[in-house]
């Protein structure tokens, strides 16, 4: 069975710090990983994904994550956070086909706080 | 601007009745999903279709049933609404292929039961 653990319930950052919001995995086969996010009271949006490549992706907002095969991390990153990433993050992983489908499993979430 | 809409964004029903959440894409996506998102617990898969009248049960289906009689439409049935299903329920959808693999997800219906 596949699964994504979000170590963190909550993580605190000075605005301008990086940020780090951590992410393991465990599935068969090649990972399909995303970052998603959602602000209050909405539903999740788009971040980024790794699917093959470059280890290092980049996506929205100024964000990135690192995919790291022999860790089964997928650590989502942000060179200076700014308070609007205040939000709730989420790690996922896509398996692969299952009778056909293809299921999508996600973490816990993590809240992201940047203060001033 | 490709959408997943779900048909409420609040509702409210009485236990033991019959509660249907309805969620279509726009997308032409082969897959659907509903979720529940519970604080502490994340996103939990319900049910999910592959294909029309296809379903697989997700990590939590009891208490749940669903319908994809058209490709665009993936309905979440709760035969007896119990308290215990007052959530937050998120659709979603994504292609088949490897290619644009990533979801998106409706405005989410927060069900309260009482």
């Known amino acids: 069975a596949q699964s994504v653990a979000q170590p963190e319930d909550q993580v605190n950052v000075a605005e301008g710090n990086p940020l780090t919001v951590k992410c393991t995995y465990s599935?068969?086969?090649?990972?399909?990983l995303f970052w998603y996010v959602q602000y209050p009271n909405r539903g999740l949006q788009f971040l980024l994904k790794?699917?093959?490549?470059?280890?290092l992706v980049k996506g929205s907002y100024g964000f990135e994550a690192e995919f790291n095969k022999s860790q089964t991390s997928f650590h989502l990153k942000k060179p200076s956070a700014l308070v609007s990433d205040s939000a709730l993050y989420f790690c996922?992983?896509?398996?692969?086909?299952?009778?056909?489908?293809?299921?999508?499993?996600f973490g816990t979430g993590t809240q992201l706080k940047v203060e001033l | 601007d490709v959408k997943v809409t779900q048909s409420s964004r609040y509702l409210v029903k009485r236990t033991g009745e019959k509660v249907f959440l309805e969620c279509v894409q726009d997308?032409?996506?082969?897959?659907m999903f509903w979720y529940r998102q519970d604080p502490g617990l994340g996103l939990r898969l319900i049910y999910f279709?592959?294909?029309?009248?296809?379903?697989e049960k997700g990590d939590i289906p009891e208490g749940y049933s669903v319908s994809r009689e058209k490709k665009e439409r993936f309905s979440l049935i709760l035969e007896s609404a119990s308290t215990n299903q007052t959530s937050m329920y998120l659709c979603?959808?994504?292609?088949?292929?490897?290619?644009?693999?990533?979801?998106?997800f409706g405005q989410g219906t927060r069900l309260t039961v009482v």
């Open positions: 279709s592959y294909d029309v009248k296809m379903k």
């Open positions: 997308m032409d996506h082969e897959n």
């Open positions: 979603a959808s994504t292609r088949q292929g490897l290619s644009d693999t990533e979801a998106f």
């Open positions: 996922a992983v896509r398996g692969g086909l299952t009778g056909g489908g293809n299921k999508l499993t």
């Open positions: 790794y699917i093959t490549g470059d280890n």
């Open positions: 599935v068969s086969g090649n990972p399909y």
